[in-house]
């Protein structure tokens, strides 16, 4: 029986060392920001790890009349680059959460 006590305080403390770690990357992917472009660099966003849009930098010479669905096109170009590179960069902070644990075969933490 009290095999099966040690067994538990063990399963216990390793969750307890789990949200310690998930708080901890919780915190890094909110420090994240990827910067993402298109038209070879004329539009640039900037996304955090939680998907918000920080900054967005568009080239002047990309500001010509007759040309709005262009320039629309790069902007929505640019913003979903960084953001895919956000949530790849989030998703590899997230995953250290598990580094060195024993946790049966498919058992993962929250991604999201």
Known sequence: MFKGLGDMAKLM???????????????????IEAEGGSG?????????????LRRLSIDPSLMVEGEREVLEDLVVAAVNDAHAKAQE????????????????????????
């Open 13 to 31: 403390q390793q969750a307890k060392q789990m949200q310690e770690r998930l708080a901890e990357a919780q915190e890094r992917v909110a420090s």
């Open 40 to 52: 070879a660099g004329l539009v640039t966003a900037a996304v955090s790890g939680r998907g918000e």
């Open 89 to 112: 960069a989030a998703q590899a902070e997230m995953a250290k959460i598990t580094e060195g644990m024993a946790l049966p075969p498919g058992m993962a933490p929250p991604f999201g």
